[in-house]
C-alpha cells in the first residue's frame, strides 16, 4: 500500500488564489519531500522537510510537517497559471535507505 | 547533455518480447533508481542501484531485470514484455550525499500490445 496519500486527488482554482494539498503517511520517516510533474513531463524536486522539522519556506512554497499527525501540507501562494501540474509528496523512511515511496498525487488546475 | 537522459521515449512492442529502456546520467551520481507510473497514478519503485554492481528489488520488481556495469547506465529489460507492463518508466538519480533528492529523466511511454 502506499506510504503517502494526497487529498485532495483534485484542486481547480482561480489564477491569485492559495493552493494547500495535503499528504498523511503512516509510518515514521526521515523526511518527506514534494515533487511536481507537468503533463508528459518527469517529476521536479521541489522541497524536503526533515523529521525534526516543521516547516519550511520556498519562494511561493510553504511545507508543514506534523509526525503526531504523521501528516505534511504544501500551500502555494498566489498561484499561476503555470503552477497547473500533478503534486506529489514522497517519503524517505528509516532502513530504506536511498528510497522514497510515492502518494499518488494532487492534480492542480489554475485557471487564467 | 548534461544531466539524466533516457531512450526511447516512445517504445510500443509485443506481448512476450524482449523490451530494454536505456537510461544516462551525467553527474556521476551514485544512486539510480527505475519507477513506473501507471496513468493517473504515482510511481512505484522497480529497482535501483547504490552503485556500479550493486542493485536491489523495489516493490515491483518482477518481469524485470537490471544491470549496472558503469555509474553513468541503467538499463532495465522486460524480459518478456506482457500488456500489464504497459506504463510510463521513468529513471531518477541522486548524489550520495545528503540532499536525498532525486532527479528525474523524461520518461519513457512503453505500450505492450
Known amino acids: 500500500s502506499q506510504q503517502g496519500e494526497e487529498d485532495p486527488q483534485a484542486l481547480s482554482i482561480q489564477e491569485g488564489e492559495n493552493a494547500t494539498m495535503n499528504c498523511s503517511y503512516k509510518?515514521?520517516?526521515?523526511?518527506l519531500q514534494w515533487y511536481r510533474q507537468n503533463s508528459g513531463r518527469g517529476l521536479v524536486h521541489l522541497i524536503l522537510?526533515?523529521?525534526?522539522?516543521r516547516e519550511k519556506h520556498s519562494g511561493r512554497l510553504r511545507v508543514t510537517l506534523d509526525t503526531s499527525k504523521k501528516s505534511s501540507s504544501l500551500l502555494i501562494t498566489a498561484s499561476r497559471a503555470a503552477d497547473t501540474a500533478s503534486y506529489f509528496c514522497?517519503?524517505?523512511?528509516?532502513?530504506?535507505?536511498?528510497?522514497?515511496?510515492f502518494g499518488e498525487g494532487t492534480q492542480l488546475t489554475v485557471n487564467p | 547533455d548534461a544531466g539524466i537522459t533516457q531512450s526511447p521515449r516512445y517504445k510500443i512492442t509485443e506481448t512476450g518480447r524482449q523490451v530494454t529502456l536505456m537510461c544516462h546520467q551525467t553527474w556521476s551520481h551514485s544512486y539510480m533508481f527505475w519507477y513506473r507510473q501507471d496513468l493517473g497514478h504515482g510511481l512505484r519503485l522497480i529497482y535501483y542501484?547504490?552503485?556500479?554492481?550493486?542493485?536491489d528489488k523495489g516493490e515491483v520488481p518482477d518481469g524485470y531485470v537490471v544491470s549496472r556495469s558503469k555509474t553513468e547506465n541503467f538499463p532495465l529489460t522486460l524480459e518478456s514484455a506482457t500488456r500489464s507492463q504497459t506504463s510510463v518508466y521513468f529513471c531518477a538519480s541522486m548524489s550520495s550525499g545528503s540532499t536525498d533528492t532525486q532527479y528525474f529523466g523524461p520518461g519513457t511511454r512503453l505500450t505492450v500490445l
Open positions: 522537510i526533515r523529521s525534526n522539522e
Open positions: 514522497a517519503t524517505g523512511v528509516p532502513a530504506s535507505g536511498s528510497r522514497l515511496t
Open positions: 509510518t515514521s520517516i526521515n523526511n
Open positions: 542501484s547504490a552503485a556500479a554492481d550493486i542493485t
